[in-house]
């Protein structure tokens, strides 16, 4: 031991200082080498992740995406949208036809084609097994829908309408005939078949109630179809404008039906729309005015009411100059010029305008009309005398041969 009291056994208190930070930094050594690789573990894990997440996108996309076909679709099919279907709903339509390969690849297409809300309901040509993308165009060309359609003009009496639509449809007058037999079975409310006239509709006709518009109907439409649509069109068009509604509260207790057989009348007899409304109201005038001059209480005295009768019977029509005495008085034809009040039923099937002139005709007293030039314009009169002194416009147009 020396004089500090040490022995040379025991280490220097620095050597084990010195010793033991050498330990610690070791230790720290360790530690930061752990640390390391745990981090390159965190880093190879993470990594992992997202590499599987990039595959499994890939993979959906590639594995999962909606089936669709490849191509532009070969032969033809026929399928109807309706009205109001939803674009699954018409993807859902255009699949079960073999269209489309799936539901999904049309609603995907039509959700990249902005123009796909204008998507209209009918019937439309398509091809089998076609693109979604294509089928979304060919909906929205107008030129791939499949319609059968037909214009009626106004004024046209139901055999002359049955003549057109079997010409254009191909299907027989008579199945329009059959179909026409019973009004109410396509649509027409009891109602209409009303009268406060006191005369009483033992046979509801069809006459009146077969509007005169542009159809489109589907592929081979039966007579019922059509007959039904041209119904519901006039029904239509008739609560649209208020026409019963305003004949009941306005025309002083004439029925609906009595004013569509006016509206018959107005339609057959004016050469020009502008003079549907006076002659709608000479009618009520003869029918339910008090006008002794007519010699004739309560009478028509409508010649085109006669020519009706002539189709009714299929017998040739006439022009006026053509008809007898006989012709125009048989009191066997509930139709002839003199027979009280209005005819059976309309005679003919009036369009809009006549509706209108019928419900809402001008004020005024007149009960003649003549027309007076070649375009159809009439003049009217509420005497004898003034009705004669129109005559002579009308000869001197070469309209009538004498003047009244």
């Given at each position: 031991?020396?004089?500090?009291?040490?022995?040379?056994?025991?280490?220097p208190?620095?050597g084990r200082?010195?010793?033991?930070?050498?330990r610690d930094r070791?230790?720290?050594?360790?530690?930061?080498?752990?640390s390391v690789?745990a981090l390159l573990?965190?880093?190879?894990?993470?990594g992992g992740?997202?590499?599987g997440g990039?595959?499994g996108?890939?993979?959906?996309?590639?594995?999962?995406?909606?089936?669709?076909?490849?191509g532009?679709g070969?032969g033809?099919?026929?399928v109807?949208?309706?009205?109001?279907?939803?674009?699954d709903?018409?993807?859902?339509?255009?699949?079960?036809?073999?269209?489309?390969?799936?539901q999904r690849?049309?609603?995907?297409?039509?959700n990249r084609?902005?123009?796909a809300?204008?998507?209209q309901?009918?019937?439309?040509?398509l091809?089998?097994?076609m693109?979604?993308?294509?089928a979304?165009?060919?909906?929205l060309?107008l030129?791939?829908r499949v319609?059968e359609?037909?214009?009626i003009?106004?004024?046209?009496t139901?055999?002359?309408?049955?003549?057109?639509?079997?010409?254009?449809l191909?299907?027989a007058?008579?199945?329009?005939?059959?179909?026409?037999?019973?009004?109410?079975?396509?649509?027409v409310?009891e109602?209409w078949?009303?009268?406060n006239?006191?005369?009483?509709?033992t046979?509801?006709?069809?006459e009146?109630?077969?509007?005169?518009?542009t159809y489109?109907?589907?592929?081979e439409?039966?007579a019922?179809?059509v007959l039904k649509?041209?119904?519901?069109q006039?029904?239509?068009v008739a609560e649209q404008?208020g026409?019963?509604?305003?004949?009941?509260?306005e025309?002083?207790?004439?029925?609906?039906?009595?004013?569509?057989?006016?509206a018959?009348?107005?339609?057959?007899e004016?050469?020009v729309?502008?003079d549907m409304?006076?002659?709608?109201?000479?009618?009520?005038?003869?029918?339910?005015g008090?006008?002794p001059?007519?010699?004739c209480?309560?009478?028509l005295?409508?010649d085109?009411t006669v020519n009706?009768?002539?189709?009714?019977?299929?017998?040739?029509?006439?022009?006026s100059?053509?008809m007898?005495?006989?012709?125009l008085?048989?009191?066997?034809?509930p139709?002839?010029?003199?027979?009280e009040?209005l005819v059976?039923?309309?005679?003919?099937n009036?369009?809009?305008?006549a509706?209108?002139?019928?419900?809402?005709?001008?004020?005024?007293?007149w009960?003649?009309?003549?027309?007076?030039?070649h375009?159809?314009?009439?003049?009217?009169?509420?005497?004898?005398?003034?009705?004669?002194l129109?005559?002579?416009?009308?000869v001197e147009?070469?309209?009538?041969?004498?003047p009244?």
């Amino acid at each position: 031991m020396s004089e500090l009291g040490l022995t040379f056994d025991e280490p220097p208190t620095k050597g084990r200082h010195r010793h033991r930070r050498s330990r610690d930094r070791k230790q720290r050594r360790g530690r930061g080498g752990r640390s390391v690789l745990a981090l390159l573990v965190v880093l190879l894990v993470l990594g992992g992740i997202a590499y599987g997440g990039w595959w499994g996108v890939n993979w959906l996309q590639q594995y999962a995406a909606a089936e669709d076909y490849p191509g532009e679709g070969t032969g033809s099919v026929v399928v109807e949208i309706t009205a109001g279907q939803r674009l699954d709903e018409i993807g859902q339509t255009l699949f079960e036809a073999d269209v489309v390969a799936s539901q999904r690849a049309f609603v995907e297409a039509a959700n990249r084609n902005p123009l796909a809300v204008n998507i209209q309901p009918g019937f439309y040509e398509l091809r089998l097994q076609m693109r979604a993308d294509l089928a979304v165009e060919m909906l929205l060309d107008l030129d791939n829908r499949v319609v059968e359609r037909v214009t009626i003009p106004e004024g046209l009496t139901s055999f002359r309408t049955f003549d057109l639509l079997a010409d254009e449809l191909g299907i027989a007058v008579e199945d329009f005939e059959a179909a026409a037999a019973d009004p109410i079975a396509l649509g027409v409310p009891e109602f209409w078949f009303n009268r406060n006239d006191g005369k009483e509709v033992t046979e509801p006709s069809i006459e009146g109630f077969l509007f005169p518009s542009t159809y489109e109907f589907p592929p081979e439409p039966t007579a019922e179809q059509v007959l039904k649509a041209m119904v519901a069109q006039f029904l239509t068009v008739a609560e649209q404008i208020g026409f019963v509604e305003t004949v009941e509260n306005e025309r002083g207790g004439i029925a609906p039906y009595e004013a569509l057989i006016v509206a018959s009348l107005a339609q057959a007899e004016a050469g020009v729309p502008e003079d549907m409304g006076k002659i709608a109201r000479v009618a009520y005038n003869r029918v339910y005015g008090s006008f002794p001059e007519l010699g004739c209480a309560g009478c028509l005295q409508f010649d085109v009411t006669v020519n009706y009768w002539f189709e009714l019977n299929g017998l040739p029509t006439k022009s006026s100059a053509e008809m007898t005495t006989q012709d125009l008085t048989d009191p066997s034809n509930p139709y002839n010029r003199n027979a009280e009040g209005l005819v059976p039923t309309p005679i003919n099937n009036p369009g809009q305008e006549a509706l209108e002139a019928a419900m809402d005709p001008p004020d005024g007293d007149w009960i003649y009309f003549v027309a007076i030039d070649h375009e159809g314009n009439s003049a009217f009169a509420e005497t004898f005398e003034e009705h004669c002194l129109n005559g002579q416009k009308a000869v001197e147009a070469g309209i009538l041969e004498v003047p009244c």
